[in-house]
């Protein structure tokens, strides 16, 4: 089942923070992160595994609750390039998923001067 | 190393064409994938494989048809292309992890963007 992302939007200014959320319906093993700029392809961000670790990817940050099954991802002090799409994409749980992956359907960020 | 290179780029079908997508990796992956991605929407696997000669289908596999004789090599068939299959297609691997469920980095190529008329 596709893990639900919100808010499906967001529109900052420079400087200004924002927090996108990932929730699934089923239990996680991990969640992934990606950012797709217009008209490019999706470029990995960082990969949350079981344990609630939080990563850091220069002011991007994350955090897994496998326990509440959501992800969240932490922009702080945005730039200009953070603009995009943000994908979360879960993995099949219950066996081995091969690297296959479930995305979301997606968090178009704009960060405005 | 080029990563994961597809080719066309840009390809105008008219509605009952064939055509393949072709996708090729240079990082030895054993895992490759094919998805789609329509228009203000997320990505959508259609097929995977999960080394040479193995192959499986996806979330949205009708209308096309992967083989995999290779390990680099991971093409995608459109047969009898519709208007429904206008999308971007994105072709991506990742390296073998022996079964724990937690995946890894998916390396996505450049896109193929198609248009059925």
């Known amino acids: 089942q596709q893990p639900v992302q919100s808010p499906q939007a967001v529109i900052l200014r420079e400087g200004e923070d924002a927090v996108i959320n990932c929730s699934s319906s089923?239990?996680?093993?991990?969640v992934h992160w990606y950012r797709q700029k217009h008209g490019e392809a999706p470029v990995f961000l960082m990969i949350?595994?079981?344990?609630?670790e939080q990563k850091g990817h220069e002011k991007i940050s994350a955090s897994f609750n496998e326990k509440k099954q959501q992800s969240s991802l932490y922009l702080t002090a945005s730039q200009l390039s953070y603009s995009g799409t943000y994908f979360c994409?879960?993995?099949?749980?219950?066996?081995?998923?091969?690297?296959?992956?479930?995305f979301g359907q997606g968090t178009i960020l704009t960060v405005h001067p | 190393n080029a990563g994961v290179t597809q080719t066309p780029k840009f390809r105008i079908l008219k509605i009952g064409q064939s055509m393949t997508l072709q996708c090729a990796q240079d990082?030895?992956?054993?895992?490759m994938y094919w998805y789609r991605q329509d228009p203000g929407m997320g990505l959508k696997l259609i097929y995977y494989?999960?080394?040479?000669?193995?192959?499986d289908k996806g979330e949205v596999p009708n209308g096309y048809n992967v083989s995999r004789s290779t390990t680099e090599d991971f093409p995608l068939r459109l047969e009898l292309a519709a208007p429904s299959q206008t999308s971007v297609y994105f072709c991506?691997?990742?390296?073998?992890?022996?079964?724990?469920?937690?995946?890894?980095?998916?390396?996505f190529g450049e896109g193929s963007w198609l248009t059925v008329v």
């Open positions: 991506a691997s990742s390296r073998r992890t022996g079964g724990v469920p937690s995946g890894n980095t998916i390396y």
């Open positions: 494989s999960v080394g040479a000669g193995i192959t």
């Open positions: 089923k239990a996680l093993y991990s």
């Open positions: 990082m030895n992956h054993n895992y």
């Open positions: 994409g879960t993995p099949n749980a219950g066996g081995t998923s091969y690297g296959k992956l479930t």
């Open positions: 949350l595994l079981k344990g609630g």
